[in-house]
């Protein structure tokens, strides 16, 4: 703003009112902004002229590329906002125990407890986490049992409805089997994830949270 002020009061004074070079009389030839007379007392104005002409473009020229830094600044930060997408769910509620199974069908796990869930991506409602943008995700499950059924803890990592991956430990002479899946997938936005329980399958939790579906994006793509 005071660069401004400036040009504009150095171009009112050597260019609005001419000065004469001859014996101290005032030249009362009206001249244009920016204009130059042809004789030579007008000389120093010209060559005044040209330059603020040449300094107010300069001060124009770094306001706008100031400004469209300043905009593109704003659009990246934007842009790692939309970004940001992470979930982190347990099966059980903080103060509940029990186990989840054994079905004659396979079930949908629905992980109550949520830890995280930047963006709203998961939905404690249907147990599913839907991808807000595409990208490459990191899903991981961890399922646990304490149960003595005989099908022990296993699950199935599904995208829209088809199986991505499985997991599953054989119980052994122990009644407490564990298993987990670490995998990256390459999601479009709009995809639904969810862990279903397999037929006979069963996972128990308490308040330790011993049964996790966790997410997080990667990458956009």
Same mark, same amino acid.
């Given at each position: 703003? @005071?660069?401004?002020?400036?040009? %504009?009061?150095?171009?009112?004074?050597?260019? &609005?009112?001419? =000065?004469?070079?001859d014996n101290g009389a +005032? /030249?009362?030839? &009206?001249?244009?902004?920016?204009?130059?007379?042809? /004789?030579?007392?007008?000389?120093?104005?010209?060559?005044?002229? !040209? !330059?603020?002409?040449?300094?107010?473009?300069? =001060?124009? !020229?770094?306001?706008?590329?100031?400004?469209?830094?300043?905009?593109?600044?704003?659009?990246?930060?934007?842009?790692? @906002?939309?970004? @940001? +997408?992470? =979930?982190?769910?347990?099966?059980?509620?903080?103060?509940?125990?029990?186990?989840?199974?054994?079905?004659?069908?396979?079930?949908?796990?629905?992980?109550?407890?949520? =830890?995280?869930?930047?963006? /709203?991506? *998961?939905?404690?409602?249907?147990?599913?986490?839907?991808?807000?943008?595409?990208?490459? *995700? %990191?899903?991981?499950?961890?399922? *646990? %049992?304490? +149960? #003595?059924?005989?099908?022990?803890?296993?699950?199935?990592?599904?995208?829209?409805?088809?199986?991505?991956s499985a997991l599953r430990e054989k119980e052994s002479?122990?009644?407490? $089997? +564990? #298993?987990?899946?670490?995998?990256? #997938?390459?999601?479009?936005?709009?995809?639904?994830?969810?862990?279903?329980?397999? !037929?006979?399958?069963?996972?128990? $939790? $308490?308040?330790?949270?011993?049964?996790?579906?966790?997410?997080?994006?990667?990458?956009?793509?």
């Amino acid at each position: 703003m @005071r660069a401004a002020v400036l040009l %504009s009061l150095l171009h009112g004074a050597f260019c &609005q009112n001419l =000065f004469s070079w001859d014996n101290g009389a +005032s /030249d009362t030839r &009206q001249v244009q902004p920016y204009e130059c007379l042809p /004789d030579p007392t007008s000389c120093g104005c010209c060559v005044m002229q !040209k !330059k603020l002409q040449r300094m107010e473009w300069f =001060f124009n !020229k770094t306001v706008e590329d100031i400004s469209n830094n300043l905009a593109n600044s704003k659009m990246a930060l934007n842009e790692m @906002r939309a970004s @940001r +997408s992470a =979930f982190s769910v347990a099966l059980g509620e903080a103060n509940a125990s029990g186990c989840f199974g054994p079905f004659p069908d396979e079930r949908r796990v629905v992980y109550r407890h949520v =830890f995280l869930n930047l963006g /709203d991506g *998961y939905s404690a409602a249907t147990g599913g986490f839907t991808a807000p943008r595409s990208g490459v *995700y %990191s899903l991981a499950v961890t399922v *646990y %049992s304490a +149960s #003595a059924a005989p099908g022990g803890p296993g699950a199935h990592l599904t995208v829209n409805g088809l199986q991505a991956s499985a997991l599953r430990e054989k119980e052994s002479r122990d009644r407490e $089997d +564990s #298993a987990t899946l670490v995998v990256s #997938a390459k999601l479009r936005a709009g995809d639904n994830v969810a862990v279903v329980l397999p !037929k006979g399958g069963v996972v128990c $939790d $308490d308040s330790s949270h011993l049964n996790t579906f966790t997410g997080f994006l990667l990458y956009p793509c």
